[in-house]
């Protein structure tokens, strides 16, 4: 007889049945050959072990579905999660239960140590297929402090992302080769400028809201302030530092961090139509904003 532990017994069989995929608990019963009581009390000690993750509505428990965390990555999760924010150490084992992550960075606040109680964490996974991370993930950050973002290689390479402040927290060695020196930002304000008088236009006709509207100006601002220095900054910096530098615009300052706070109520879900400015002036400085930033293309 084995005298391996029931526990490792079924979580090998089910690696070798499932992995990376959903394995409801009928599958995992027919793999093990196990009663209902003994199947249930060993997911209970993989659960606890983070070796498994649970995928299901919390909601509604009826259609739960788990999936195996590759052992190689779990011990890496081991060595890793003492150093992890609190609350991603919960959601770094649904990450590692995925396959084609090729690295995580952590982004924000906690990077540059200026988070309090109110601060997410913010997460980029790299990936193979961005959505299925989020879908796989959703339930696993619905009721925690985690802003969490995917997308492929190709999109990060020609993104502001490999600029901005962040630490690796998981690299499958695709991460060393990335060279931050061809990130082209002219080229990418040239894209924003596109994309923000695009998105302007819909918002001025009542098509799109504020919430697509802000982040666009804002992404804008961002990487203009980039062209001229560091990216090591705050939101509240990056919007002071434009000013600083669009002198023509400096009458827009109040507006358009009004508008900033306005954008963090909504986001946080707080609401923020008592801080809101009628949308004739947000157009008005929103245009001004991306004429100010088209100067430089």
Known sequence: MSRLPLWFRLYSKMVEFGLYKDLAFCDIQRVSGLSNDHVKQVIRKLLELK???RRSNPLDRRFTLYRVVPLSLWSKYCEMKNELPEPLRDVFPHLFSIRGIHFILLLGSYVRKDFDEESDVDVLVICDDPERVLDLTYHACLSLPIDLHACTLNEFRNSLYPLVQHVVL????????IDVSKVDVLKLL????RVAQKILGLYRNGLVGFDRVFPAIYELAFIDAVLHGSTKQR???VLERFF???GSVGDLKDDLFRLMRSYVNLTKGRGGEKERLDRGREVEVY?????????HV
């Open 244 to 246: 600083a530098e669009h």
């Open 190 to 193: 040239r894209e924003g400028v």
């Open 170 to 177: 998981y690299d499958d060695g695709t991460y060393r080769k």
């Open 51 to 53: 070796l498994i993750v």
């Open 287 to 295: 245009s001004e904003i991306i004429s100010e930033a088209s100067k």
């Open 235 to 237: 939101k509240a910096d």
